[in-house]
């Protein structure tokens, strides 16, 4: 070190406790983060950092002299201590800047009518910045990311054991959740097939949105489970309100949705509500129902269809004959799902009411069930489901 440079290093480092007050004092007036802390905290903690910060400064003032990964790396984990500390990161560094202005300052005052030494000087705090901002900014990153890490980790945990039946409320302590007393249980999928990438976490980002609150869910690309907050008589979302959400869901990512839910009265109901809401969707997905909100009462009929046995086959088996007249099997299907409605289903089929009615007479003629009597359309309308459940 130069005989000029050595006495400017020793000067600065004489001024250590006035630069540090000097700085708190500033922190404290102009950075609110800092205003707000206790008395106790700023001649602790914070002085000890801004003490360090000093320190690393007049490493700088060696000549030719940059950090060493050691010193780099010293830097980066007290800044994540920081971090770890809930010191927001637009604090820190705004308490950094304040400290350099400080430093300058006293530099300017220490090499007053030394031109050479002050650009020497600012020179070693430019590149103290340069070093030190970065490492910060770096270590509040890291910081962030792990955290955002620990509490996906931590609600997964959470959904998992809500939705297997497992004691619920240690983890929903330990990952900061509120558990409210009951929920509805919404198994989601985008129609269509799936799109890769961000399904998941733009339907996260736009249910946390929509409700006002971080939602529990188990998200995939194809859909998943949601837990969504539900309490009667309070804020809570109820039944009605969910066919509204689901359709601003499905703007958010750029797909109509098909959900089916079932309600939780308790934690302890919701593994059951999943199951439910489960078998809802299965059934929903293999008769390939448009988009919408399905319970259990929606499907019920279709349900016990699909149970095991040979009922559905035999079911299935009277629309045989229909096999060869494709036409008549799309007639008959569309029939079924306008609820027999004639007009609605010659709309649907592009087709003359005359040439439904034919259709439909053909349908009676080769299954021996008209469509016309209660007891035909009934057999028909199960048979119709049997034939869509089948294998």
């Not at 006002?212 to 998943?224: E, H, R, S, Y």
């Not at 109901?269 to 919408?292: F, K, N, S, T």
Request: proline fraction near 7%; include cysteine.
């Amino acid at each position: 070190m130069t005989p000029a440079r050595d006495g400017l290093h020793a000067r600065i480092a004489g001024r250590l406790p006035e630069i540090t007050d000097a700085v708190l004092r500033r922190c404290a007036a102009e950075v609110p983060f800092y205003g707000r802390l206790p008395e106790e905290v700023i001649e602790g903690e914070v002085r000890r950092s801004v003490e360090a910060s000093v320190l690393f400064f007049l490493r700088m003032l060696r000549p030719g002299h940059g950090p060493g990964a050691g010193e780099v790396t010293e830097v980066v984990a007290w800044s994540a201590r920081r971090a770890a500390e809930r010191v927001p990161l637009e604090a820190a560094l705004a308490a950094h800047l304040v400290g350099a202005e400080v430093l300058w300052r006293a530099l300017a005052e220490t090499t007053a009518g030394d031109a050479a030494g002050l650009d020497a000087a600012g020179d070693a705090l430019l590149r103290h910045i340069r070093h030190m901002i970065p490492a910060v900014a770096l270590a509040h990153l890291e910081e962030q990311q792990r955290g955002q890490a620990e509490a996906r980790e931590a609600h997964r945990a959470l959904v998992d054991a809500l939705l297997a039946g497992r004691p619920a409320l240690a983890l929903a302590e330990a990952a900061g959740v509120p558990l409210a007393p009951s929920h509805l249980v919404v198994v989601v999928r985008p129609d269509g097939p799936p799109v890769p990438g961000g399904t998941a976490r733009r339907l996260q980002s736009a249910l946390d949105g929509l409700t006002g609150t971080k939602v529990l869910t188990a998200l995939d690309a194809t859909g998943g489970t949601v837990l969504l907050p539900s309490a009667p008589g309070s804020t809570g979302l109820d039944m009605a309100g969910l066919p509204d959400l689901l359709a601003r869901l499905g703007e958010a990512v750029g797909r109509p949705l098909v959900a089916a839910a079932a309600v939780a009265e308790d934690h302890g109901a919701v593994a059951a509500g999943a199951a439910e809401a489960g078998r809802v969707m299965d059934i929903v997905r293999r008769l390939g129902r448009p988009p919408g909100l399905y319970r259990f009462e929606d499907v019920v009929l279709e349900y016990q269809l699909a149970r095991p046995g040979p009922g559905l086959a035999v079911l299935a088996a009277k629309l045989d004959r229909l096999a060869e007249r494709p036409e008549l099997m799309d007639t008959l299907r569309a029939f079924v799902r306008h609820g027999h409605n004639r007009s609605r289903t010659a709309k649907d089929l592009h087709v003359h009411r005359n040439t439904l009615d034919y259709r439909l007479r053909k349908v009676a003629a080769l299954t021996g069930l008209d469509p016309g009597v209660p007891g035909g359309a009934r057999l028909l309308d199960a048979a119709v489901i049997a034939q869509d459940l089948l294998p």
